[in-house]
T-cell receptor, first 114, second 114 residues
Framework: GAGVSQTPSNKVTEKGKYVELRCDPISGHTALYWYRQSLGQGPEFLIYFQGTGAADDSGLPNDRFFAVRPEGSVSTLKIQRTERGDSAVYLC????????????FGSGTRLTVV | AQTVTQSQPEMSVQEAETVTLSCTYD???????LFWYKQPPSRQMILVIRQEAYKQQNATENRFSVNFQKAAKSFSLKISDSQLGDAAMYFCACTHNAGNMLTFGGGTRLMVKP
């Protein structure tokens, strides 16, 4: 596609529920990144993929968070047993190769846990 | 590990005037890249300007320019002839080498007065 697409744009869920956030990168971009942006703060790195494999998942806060990219294109960020502290904007970015040099960001998913 | 600090939570500028946003960073890497991103209410992070650390010449992009002081680890953004459309959150970010995630500062909210 023309840009990085993230769905849904907004998601409200109840505490304890499971959610999936989807990222559709620019066609042909091999690298894909997830960031979390809490209110009033800068984005914080969660995980990045090179192709299908997670190259670095050191930013995932705990084992409730998991991300996949099974075919090297679309990625899904999965959050189990959501907590109110998970409320944030989740941003996805892709780039043609590894490197922050050529990032294109999506518009994010605003997750609200009530 | 890298850290990025933006000491100005908010800045205000009169339309057509010039404003400078501050950023300091810390990294142990010798090869790194610095960025300024703009985030409007649409939430998408938009690249404003980037600087390779090995280049001594300050980057410029139309009305946007940087003052890169490598020894002081300072990377400020100057916006000339400010326009109403420049109003947004601005984030400074750093990445080292290629293939790694961005580390963001906490952001500066820029307001432009007509």
């Amino acid at each position: 596609g023309a840009g990085v697409s993230q769905t849904p744009s907004n998601k409200v869920t109840e505490k304890g529920k499971y959610v999936e956030l989807r990222c559709d990168p620019i066609s042909g971009h091999t690298a894909l990144y997830w960031y979390r942006q809490s209110l009033g703060q800068g984005p914080e790195f969660l995980i990045y993929f090179q192709g299908t494999g997670a190259a670095d998942d050191s930013g995932l806060p705990n084992d409730r968070f998991f991300a996949v990219r099974p075919e090297g294109s679309v990625s899904t960020l999965k959050i189990q047993r959501t907590e109110r502290g998970d409320s944030a904007v989740y941003l996805c970015a892709s780039s043609p190769t590894l490197g922050g040099y050529g990032y294109t960001f999506g518009s994010g998913t605003r997750l609200t846990v009530v | 590990a890298q850290t990025v600090t933006q000491s100005q939570p908010e800045m205000s500028v009169q339309e057509a005037e010039t404003v400078t946003l501050s950023c300091t960073y810390d990294t142990s890497e010798s090869d790194y890249y610095l960025f300024w991103y703009k985030q409007p209410p649409s939430r998408q992070m938009i690249l404003v300007i980037r600087q390779e650390a090995y280049k001594q010449q300050n980057a410029t992009e139309n009305r946007f320019s940087v003052n890169f002081q490598k020894a002081a680890k300072s990377f400020s953004l100057k916006i000339s002839d400010s326009q109403l459309g420049d109003a947004a959150m601005y984030f400074c970010a750093c990445t080292h080498n290629a293939g790694n995630m961005l580390t963001f500062g906490g952001g500066t909210r820029l307001m432009v007065k007509p």
